[in-house]
């Protein structure tokens, strides 16, 4: 048996976001978003669906029911995970290396959360798929009040956690998962996926989780939040 890998002290939490950071489903929303405006007469381009990633769920169905979609808020956000839901079953479209880090840190010990803005429903789904431990916590968009880009969700998931914010690790793919995570106060790594981001003193770019461990995490939460008074940053 491999014995488990000792946590480094300073890393309390690693806070995941889940559409395009843990499963690339960005391609099942826009689908989905596409074809629904579409039956109601509307067009929707893949620009269009870009501009939609991370942001909430009941945002992006204002923006849908612009575009000519005349339901409820809430039957738009229904139907469109329900359409999400359907492709999940056929295919879980993992990214690259974020199971095998899911793996590591539960093996380290480090306590782990989802916090997506898909419904509780969907994202219970993923972390089904990847066993019944994968996360300690997750946190759903009909779990809080405010969704990305407000840092409560964050917030929610470090207080349930036990921990300090501070201490904890968020790793985004989305603007608007980055702005709620780095204002939460956590240190923040995204992985672009579909979108074009840039490397700031806020927070790291990473190209890909692949090959990256629990030391890894590690040294970015000492480079953002650990660093002794009067270094650079």
Request: aromatic fraction near 4%; charge should be negative.
């Amino acid at each position: 048996m491999t014995a488990p890998i000792s946590p480094p002290a300073s890393v309390a939490a690693v806070l995941w976001d889940m559409d395009g950071t843990i499963v690339d489903t960005e391609p099942y929303w826009m689908r989905a978003e596409t074809e629904l405006i579409e039956s109601f007469g509307g067009s929707w381009s893949q620009e269009d669906g870009l501009q939609l990633v991370g942001s909430g769920l009941l945002d992006a169905a204002a923006i849908i029911r612009d575009a000519g979609v005349d339901l409820p808020l809430q039957e738009i956000v229904d139907r469109l995970t329900d359409h999400v839901m359907r492709q999940i079953e056929v295919a879980v479209p993992w990214r690259p290396g974020a199971r095998e880090l899911l793996a590591e840190l539960k093996q380290a010990g480090i306590k782990t959360a989802l916090v997506t803005m898909s419904l509780r429903r969907m994202a219970l789904r993923v972390a089904a798929a990847l066993g019944d431990d994968a996360f300690d916590l997750v946190v759903a968009g009909d779990d809080v009040t405010n969704a990305k880009p407000h840092p409560e969700p964050y917030l929610v998931a470090a207080e349930r956690l036990g921990v300090s914010i501070r201490d904890c690790i968020a790793i985004e793919d989305s603007e608007f998962g980055l702005v709620s995570a780095v204002s939460s106060g956590a240190a923040t790594i995204v992985v672009p996926c579909h979108v074009t981001l840039h490397e700031a003193p806020t927070h790291e770019l990473w190209p890909t989780l692949a090959g990256r461990g629990v030391d890894d995490l590690a040294a970015a939460l000492e480079r953002h939040h650990h660093r002794p008074t009067g270094a650079p940053a």
